[in-house]
């Protein structure tokens, strides 16, 4: 019987990720860069250059003494930092996202290369009371990986750490992805903190009660400020804040959720700001039907509060909501920069919003096939699209023939990834699942109430609707639990659920 070797090189691709994925980045980048093409093509595929740690660390273990461990962290060797900085991050540098550093590596690593699209940098080992002096700005992004989450008071007292400790900050921006567990909130006390060196600060609040705590004059020199606020709700807690602002040259706030308190809490505080010379917002104001001197507001009153704001680009937006009771107004400033839009209604200002991916869709009244034309034309980078309407379109005669024209062209998603359907009207199913209306990308995800995909389908057997079916790569249906078999011919792609 006859001896045979077998390389690394003649393995299968598959095979070969399967073994490296078992190996630390560092070490796989190392041992096998500059080997051969194929190699190469796997070891900087992005699952192992996205994030990089370039340092090593001995765990001393204080079991005995405290239940806890620390980590010493120290830079690489000179013979692997070396290769790494003149021979593989130059190749890998654009598709790194994440990198974890210490000290005294950290300049080499960062001059090395430039980084577009770097968002994150660990530090570690860090000589605070070296350079706490020196440091004039700090962005903080807190990351868990889902092992934990900060409460509001850790976070709090992160917060007061920090003027603690730096003493000359000038600018400071917590919580840039604008995740849950990296908002602040102070509760009923202010926080204890002042800074008479602090230019610019952005943060994540819970309530708007934190805004004006910080806003209160411990930060006197204050020039921007942007902050956005879970929740802008009237209280029964009384705020005496009546002094100018007369410093603060930019601010910025975003709330997503619908606020009742525009005139009783916003427009006080922007009223303040009496040297204001960029304003960017982004609200939602819901307001019932006991309106000012029992009339309907409109755009033009709306408008004149800000009439201060006049060289400001600031676009409103009112519906009125009769069944319910109610009416609404979108108050942002152009362009828009948010990454969600929600609660779009027929009244919607056309414009282009290259920023959102996520929108939303609500109204009393009928959207209609050009309606659905003018969204995508606004949100050409849509990713996630929920609509919310109980009304029956006017014009549901759905085209026979598929020859695109003017008065009725097809409609694409071309970026589209999830779509909600769950609490639209059956006729909204033939809008997005015929192929005489919309044509769907592919490996799209969507929630739909079974029994209406059944009667828009003809019980799974109509033509016009095979199409987009098929490009559908997971569907989760409400009232139904157990699927026939037929099911997956008409969605053969999908996980159904």
Known sequence: MECSSVRLTDLPDEILMISLKKLDNITLLYSLSGVNRNLNKLAYDFMFTSRLTLLYYLPICLIKLTSLSINYFFPLSDLILNRFCLHILPKIHQKVKWLDLELLSMERILRTAYYPNLSGIGLYNMDIERVKNQISSLIIDINTNGEQSLTGNENTLLFTRIFTTFTNLRLLNIG??????????????????????????????????????????????????????????????????????????????????????????????????????????????????????????????????????????????????????????????????????????????VGIFNSVR????????????????????????????????????????????????????????????????????????????????????????????YRLVKKVTRNFRRPTTRINCAKIVFVYFLNKSKFPEYLKDFFPRALIC
């Open 358 to 449: 996520r929108v939303s869709l609500f109204d009393e009244r009928s959207f209609e096939h050009e309606f659905f034309l003018r969204i995508t034309q606004s949100f050409p980078f849509m990713e996630k699209l929920t609509l919310i309407n109980n009304k029956r379109q006017n014009n549901k005669q759905f085209r026979k023939s598929k020859k695109i024209n003017q008065d009725s062209p097809i409609i694409k998603y071309p970026y589209l990834i999830e779509r909600d359907l769950s609490k639209a009207q059956k006729d909204y199913y033939g809008q997005f699942l015929f192929d005489t209306k919309t044509c769907l990308p592919n490996n799209i995800r969507v929630n739909m109430d």
């Open 176 to 349: 840039p992805s604008s995740i849950c567990y990296q908002h602040l909130s102070f509760d009923l006390s202010p926080p204890t903190v002042i800074s008479s060196t602090l230019l610019e600060l952005h943060v994540c609040l819970s309530e708007f009660h934190d805004c004006l705590h910080l806003l209160d004059g411990r930060f006197n020199q204050l020039r921007i400020f942007h902050v956005k606020i879970d929740f802008i709700e009237l209280s029964s807690l009384i705020f005496n804040n009546k002094e100018k602002l007369s410093n603060l040259r930019s601010f910025t706030l975003f709330c997503d959720n619908t606020t009742d308190g525009y005139y009783q809490l916003i427009l006080p505080l922007l009223h303040r700001m009496s040297n204001l010379e960029e304003l960017d917002l982004s609200l939602l104001v819901w307001m019932n039907n006991t309106f000012i001197d029992d009339n309907l507001p409109s755009n033009e009153y709306i408008q004149e509060t800000l009439k201060n704001f006049e060289n400001k680009k600031i676009i409103t937006s009112m519906d009125y909501f009769h069944e319910n009771k109610y009416s609404q107004c979108h108050i942002y400033s152009y362009p828009y920069k948010l990454k969600n839009y929600y609660n779009i209604t027929n009244n919607f200002r």
